[in-house]
């Protein structure tokens, strides 16, 4: 069955895939950036089931704005892809308090302000989906990601517990978790280095600064064969909750999750024996 598509950040990387993935499946697609004519021109002109329309996922009167625009078109929002974001590189005390506010200002209150304007569509059909590209780095802490990794960790919270919210009203949710495709997070329009310089870091910093240019474009990650992977979730009756993408990911989410267990089990001597008195003799 052919859905309407809300995708965030669909005029360059991973946005614009998902959205010819999207119009080639037959969807009916709104892709929302920045720049319209950049959507219009990476998606190859105006077409019939294609709304694109201007949006910087900071701005709620934007995001209300957009989602009038997508129902006035096509009457109605079944899937919405957050997928718009950005990366502050460095360690912690090279970040900048501004840029930590910033970082968190896109990456996590951009698509919570997308999906509170399109959630009370959602409500009234009964129906939809959010999905919300989060990342390797919201499952794994990474060297050099203080700030994305609050970010991302930031939006699975908000995800994990957003499915609770909104379940009762046929919304489904899915967190996805893609570790290095050849996108364009790391090239100079989206990545964003530490303001601030601390001689004790100064070696780390220009070491990791050169090894994080050096990998964009060779990440293993085809981002085509992801965007129609999000198509295909999209079409599912019953989607995951979390969709982990890639060979790279796959086993280091996996290993994060035996090392949680491992890490509750050996609190159990010393963590699980720790209530009042009063509860434990009643």
């Known amino acids: 069955m052919n859905k309407v598509i809300f995708i965030t950040g669909a005029g360059r990387g991973m ?32 077409q019939d089931n294609l709304l694109v329309t201007g949006l910087d996922i900071t701005e709620p009167d934007q ?23 950005n990366f502050y590189a460095g360690y912690f005390e090279e970040i900048s308090p501004q840029q930590m506010r910033a970082q968190i200002e896109t990456n996590v209150f951009g698509p919570m302000n997308v999906t509170r304007a399109i959630l009370p569509v959602m409500r009234k059909q009964r129906s ?3 999905i919300t590209i989060s990342s390797l780095a919201g499952a794994v802490g ?32 899915t967190i996805v978790e893609p570790g290095f495709f050849r996108t364009e997070l790391l090239v100079d329009a989206s990545t964003t280095w530490p303001e601030l310089s601390i001689d004790d870091y100064a ?22 064969k992801i965007a129609r992977a999000l198509i295909t979730l999209a079409g599912q009756e019953n989607p995951p909750l979390r969709f982990v993408a890639g060979g790279d990911a796959i086993p280091t989410v996996a290993e994060k999750g035996r090392t949680l267990t491992e890490q509750a089990e050996a609190s159990r001597a010393l963590g699980g024996n720790l209530a009042r008195d009063d509860v434990r003799a009643a």
């Open 203 to 224: 070696e780390r910093t220009a070491a990791q600064r050169t090894q994080w240019q050096a990998i964009n474009g060779t990440q293993e990650g085809d981002p085509a």
């Open 128 to 130: 939809g989906h959010v």
């Open 15 to 46: 946005g614009a895939d998902i959205a010819r993935a999207a119009l080639t499946a037959g969807h009916q697609v709104v892709a929302a950036g920045r720049t319209p004519q950049k959507v219009l021109d990476a998606l190859g002109g105006e």
């Open 142 to 173: 990474l060297e050099f990601c203080a700030a994305y990794a609050t970010s991302k960790f930031a939006v699975e919270g908000w995800m994990e517990s957003l499915r609770y919210d909104i379940e009762p009203y046929g919304i489904a949710t």
């Open 63 to 85: 995001a209300r704005a957009a989602t009038e625009a997508a129902v006035e078109r096509f009457g109605r929002i079944d899937v919405l892809i957050n997928n718009a974001a």
